[in-house]
């Protein structure tokens, strides 16, 4: 047999059927749902009088339009937003799919919560109307996101209908420097590749600095697969994995775990497997990065100045020339005296313990700048409760930051969590596009210890002078 | 699905590189529980001014290109985000074609499911067609889907590449879930072979 990469081998055990130009039904294992682009696809199933075909398989959380402030209970305030919930809750409920709703302390951010849970495993197809499910493949999932017919088209028949990407290969080989996390792998390769270099492509990271990460670091790098343009991010599943899945609720227990495991085990891209495309970055010359623009591929080391738009070639010129104006910067400009007006940690990107950690490494003790907006929103309840127990929250809100409740938040900003006209925020999370975190707002994605940094000076930061 | 054969309709250039899904409808507009009605938020920030007013240069707003049915893009159109709202919006404003060197994968899927034909040509090409469609309203092109073709309204004929099967959805309106449906014996097939191997799924 000719050797298989890790996508093949996910790929070739859930064709269901194959057509003759490659066309094929791609059955999926679990399908995540959320209220946003969720409601048109179980009207749809009404009207046609269908039902879901494998609602055991199909895991539903309200995330996108949660308030996060402490007072949720009372209700959502915003109409619309109320409606996408509680149509959610009703869709959930009528047809039998499992259901975390907001008052259950296991809602969360989707991605957070499928992991969490325990159904995100090994080897699976997992998708959702949301493109950040490429999370999801920190597991060695295959995982991505949909549109909502195609959403309707899950629920309906518990496939896709797919043709396969090529392969790409991503590896960050040696150790990264101290200050240096996996949101600074996982934009600096964005940097090198651009936001279309990935597209038509399934992304397998690996090399040393990936093998070093935990799950939670994983997953932020698969998370921003798709801002590379990429189908889906892959990480061969290995004994950090496992060790992570072991014992959560719906993980496979007993002999169901030991036959898993052996399948698991077989999970990996073969000695000379072919890749269409391979990009090697030193895992010690990374550095911490920070966003400029208004597109995730503007990406610079802390240490560098903003650009101007003749750095630039073809479309790209007129694009820098559009973010510059946008962000209200000036080219030649030191990053870290980009003064920040709000922080925000949070997201599918960064809202896992781990990032919660990172951030009260840095601030502890510390007081976030005067005037200074700065918000943690964890990525789940459980995450939330973690930290309370870590006591990481008590050193949250002694350094000054909102604590708040599950939800995608400012991420977004479908919530009433959003940015001003021209606020300036250092966030964790995965976008920066124009209006992104709200009308006129301006995003620099960072990790979530530069986020800390950032509000501690009021400034963009390089958080190695703080450690 | 409304069929998409053969059109002719003035092409509308927007040359700015990675248009996001944030552009093409800000998730303002996300919260409506409909299929229906986006087109008039569509580029809703780079369209409408605050209050509600027009924004004169946005090319959507320019008398000659108000009614356009065809886009002539940047690289990279449609990144970001999964949501299906993006081409409802451009479905629902009446474009039905989408000409560029590349779209954002789940955008490009999203697009065939609602009757839009998305479009990759070269750069020299989609240069072409740029300058082409900057001429205004009197500049209609032509897509000719059945035969994978672009005239422009100099009689310039450009050759497209499109999937078989996506065509053969476009071309006569099909829905994707019945078709599947027809396979239900593969599926079933499938799901009692994966319930032996995978037992834990």
Redesign the interface.
Known sequence: MSPKTLYDKIWD?HV??E?E?G?S?L?I?RHLVHE??S??AF?GLRM?G?KVHAPE?TIAVPD??VPTTLDRAKGIE?E??R??VE?LDKNAREFGVHYYPVDDIRQGIVHIVGPEQGWT?P??TVVC???H?ATHGAFGALA???????V??VL????L?Q?KSKNMKVEITGKLKPGVTAKDITLAVIGETG??GG??YVIEYCGEAIRDLSMEGRMTVCNMA?EG???AGLIAPDETTFEYVKGRPHA?KGA??E??LN?WKTLYTDEGAHFDKVITLKGEDIQPVVTWGT?P?DVLPITGVVPAPEDFE???V??AR?SIEYMGLTPGQKLTDIEIDTVFIGSCTNGRIEDLRAVAKVVKGKKIKDGMRAMIVPGSGLVRAQAEEEGLAEIFEAAGFEWRLAGCSMC???NPDQLAPEERCAATSN?N????QG?KGRTHLVSPAMAAAAALTGKLTDVRELM | MEKFTKIQGVAAPMPLVNIDTDMIIPKVFLKSIQRTGFGKNLFDEMRYNRDGTEIEDFVLNKPQYRSAEILIAGDNFGCGSSREHAPWAIADFGIKCIVSTSFADIFFNNSFKNGILPIVLPQEQVDVLMKDAEKGANARMTVDLEAQEITTSDGEVISFEVDAFKKHCLLNGLDDIGLTMEKADSIKSFEDKAAQERPWV
Do not use: C
Request: hydrophobic content about 30%.
């Open positions: 055990a269901a059927h057509a130009d066309t039904l059955y294992d946003v682009t409601p048109q009207e046609a269908r398989k996108h339009n915003n619309e937003s409606i996408q149509a495993l080897g699976m109307g949301d493109s499910t991505h996101g949909i549109g909502t017919s195609e309707e088209h309906a028949t518990q496939t209908i043709k936001t279309a597209t038509g798709i343009g990429a189908r496979p169901q775990w036959a898993a399948w597109s591929e073809g479309g790209k007129e694009a559009r977004l900003a479908m976008r596009f124009e209006g992104r009308y």
